[in-house]
């Protein structure tokens, strides 16, 4: 079946680095996202890796993908206040309907 | 405007009554999808359409819930006989066809604000 499982909660301070992680039971995944959703707006885009990738690296941002024990996280470097929002894991076999995480709601503390 | 667009952002209804929820997608988008967003309960999926495709309905929580595209384009959620459990914000989302495979595709999904709805 499919599930995407991510915890719920992470508190970092300022200019720390934040590793959200999550789990997918679906193997032939091919498509993994990280989206973002900032306080009463809908969710958007921040990185994707696809599924036959490791690493990718846009910015602050690192995704990891461990196919293998089907991992996916993302870290931010440097995190600021503006990067407080909850963060959603997601994953698709492409042409069919995205499956998405609980969120995981990151706190910076100033 | 470009995006996705959903209607009323908000509404509050008493037990009982039917909602009707709308999504207009982003002009040339085939896919467009219905989740439910509920406090500890993360995103949940409700329905898929592609194209002219049998929707995926399999995320429908009760036979309460129904919904239809018309035209390929805009889409509502009908919530029958509606129940305190069903408050939640319901999103909206579109993108390009996803059975289509071509070197810079994502699978993106671009979401509306979302429709907050209360039952009192």
């Known amino acids: 079946g499919e599930d995407v499982e991510q915890s719920l909660f992470l508190s970092v301070r300022e200019g720390d680095s934040s590793v959200i992680n999550c789990t997918y039971t679906?193997?032939?995944?091919?498509?993994l996202y990280w989206y973002k959703q900032e306080p009463g707006a809908g969710l958007q885009l921040l990185t994707y890796?696809?599924?036959?990738?490791d690493m990718k690296q846009d910015q602050r941002l690192t995704v990891l993908l461990n196919k293998k024990d089907k991992h996916l996280s993302l870290r931010i470097a440097d995190t600021q206040t503006g990067d407080s929002a909850i963060y959603f894991c997601?994953?698709?076999?492409?042409?069919?309907?995205?499956?998405f995480g609980a969120g995981t709601r990151l706190f910076v503390k100033a | 405007g470009a995006g996705v667009s959903q209607s009323p952002s908000n509404k509050v209804t008493e037990k009982g009554k039917d909602v009707e929820l709308r999504c207009d997608p982003i002009?040339?988008?085939?896919?467009l999808y219905w989740y439910r967003q509920s406090l500890g309960q993360g995103l949940e999926f409700l329905i898929y359409?592609?194209?002219?495709?049998?929707?995926?309905k399999s995320g429908l929580p009760s036979d309460r819930f129904s919904a239809e595209r018309t035209g390929g384009s805009v889409s509502t959620l009908t919530i029958q006989r509606t129940q305190q459990e069903d408050s939640a914000v319901y999103l909206c989302?579109?993108?390009?066809?996803?059975?289509?495979?071509?070197?810079?595709?994502?699978?993106?999904?671009?979401f509306g604000e979302g429709s907050r709805l209360t039952v009192l």
């Open positions: 989302a579109s993108s390009l066809d996803p059975t289509v495979v071509w070197a810079d595709a994502t699978g993106e999904l671009f």
């Open positions: 679906d193997s032939s995944s091919t498509y």
């Open positions: 890796i696809f599924s036959n990738m």
């Open positions: 997601a994953e698709s076999k492409g042409g069919f309907k995205t499956i």
């Open positions: 002009s040339g988008h085939t896919a």
């Open positions: 359409f592609q194209g002219n495709s049998a929707p995926d």
